[in-house]
């Protein structure tokens, strides 16, 4: 099974700009969950979907939003980027048992 | 609230000797412990999680953990070690009541030397 993968890998950005990222889980992995990571805070969990529903929110602003479509593909989009956004997110699909599987990520750096 | 605890930040080994990184939790209920590892500029591979049943919970790579109700721990340990290990661990609890929401250690940069 091909795991799960995330485009794009890299991305520079400067700030006030906006940002989508893509994430492609598992084929039958019906959940995916986004983090954030940065030297500072560690990893922070974002938000899950399953089945096109957000099933959780962690503690970020309104400026960080997601979806997923009918494939269980997931965008997440960032708006009005700040310098504190520059992360690498990671996102991760869990299927039927209790373990999540992360694609490599992707780096964001706001300029 | 739920909270993990990896109370070091580095942990040295010499190559051929046994290896523990050290984990503590808090949550309400019963925990789901998970250790994951994450090499340089690389997302997180899954090693190993504790759901329920044998305190001793075998992975990938030769790596095990012990999970330790009373102490409320989730130890990682490898019984020798390899050059090839050297990488950031992470412990991290999900509380079945968040969904597949992950709570994470900071992370322990594991060293080991020739």
């Known amino acids: 099974k091909a795991g799960v993968t995330q485009t794009p890998r890299y991305l520079i950005k400067t700030r006030g700009q906006q940002v989508t990222l893509s994430c492609s889980p598992i084929?039958?992995?019906?959940?995916v969950s986004w983090y954030q990571q940065t030297p500072g805070q560690g990893l922070q969990f974002l938000f899950e979907?399953?089945?096109?529903?957000?099933?959780n929110k962690g503690n970020f602003p309104g400026r960080f939003s997601g979806r997923q479509f009918s494939n269980s593909r997931s965008e997440m989009n960032v708006s009005t980027l700040e310098l504190g956004d520059s992360a690498l997110y990671l996102c991760?699909?869990?299927?039927?048992?209790?373990?999540?599987?992360f694609g490599p990520g992707t780096r964001l750096t706001v300029l | 609230a739920q909270s993990v605890a990896q109370p070091e930040d580095q942990v040295n080994v010499a190559e051929g000797n046994p290896l523990t990184v050290k984990c503590t939790y808090s949550v309400s209920g019963n925990p789901y412990l998970f250790w994951y590892v994450q090499y340089p500029n690389r997302g997180l591979q899954f090693l190993l999680k504790y759901i329920t049943g044998d305190n001793l919970v075998k992975g990938s790579y030769g790596f095990e953990a012990e999970f330790n109700k009373s102490q409320t721990s989730f130890h990682l340990k490898k019984p020798s070690a390899l050059v090839s290990d050297s990488a950031l661990y992470f412990c991290?609890?999900?509380?079945?009541?968040?969904?597949?929401?992950?709570?994470w250690g900071a992370g322990t940069k594991l060293i080991i030397k020739p």
């Open positions: 979907y399953f089945s096109e529903t957000q099933r």
């Open positions: 991760a699909s869990a299927g039927l048992t209790d373990t999540q599987y």
């Open positions: 084929s039958g992995h019906r959940s």
């Open positions: 991290a609890v999900r509380d079945g009541l968040l969904g597949y929401q992950l709570i």
